[in-house]
């Protein structure tokens, strides 16, 4: 593992632990609510991966490595991104943020917790992750020509 990918598997280790404790305290509330919102990550992790980083330039050395190993089980779309692209992968990350956050805010311990872990990933994505990512196609890239 090297020095640039490093901060990609943390990105994501601390925005699936900020999740988990999304899922912890659905659980808490009820079974169905956590198996429910269990299945919101994993169907918004699969869509983003099938949608938007099918399209990556580099995704068979995709800086968060999930994502992009995902991604490539279906074949490479050669393509520029699209609105529906950003849409898709948009929508399934409010909602992995947004569903949880009436019963973290009854729990204000784990709702101060969610919301550190997701600025820390957010930030480890935008300052480390993109500063680093060669896929000029996407629009958080830094090195479009």
Known sequence: MNRINIHGYISMLIFLIAL?????VF?????LLGVFYASVVVFGFVSISFTYCT?????????H??????SQLVKYKNKAYTKADFIVTIIPVVLMIALPQYWL?????????????II???IE????????CGNKKCAMCKFKD
Request: charged share 20%.
């Open 125 to 132: 994505v935008i300052f480390f992750v993109c500063k680093t």
């Open 20 to 24: 988990g404790i999304g899922d912890f």
């Open 120 to 122: 820390i990933a957010g």
């Open 27 to 31: 659980f808490k509330e009820s079974v």
């Open 55 to 63: 399209k990556c330039t580099i995704r068979s050395n995709c800086k």
């Open 105 to 117: 805010f009854e729990k204000i311990k784990y709702f101060i917790v969610f919301w550190i872990l």
């Open 65 to 70: 490595f999930f994502p992009g190993l995902i």
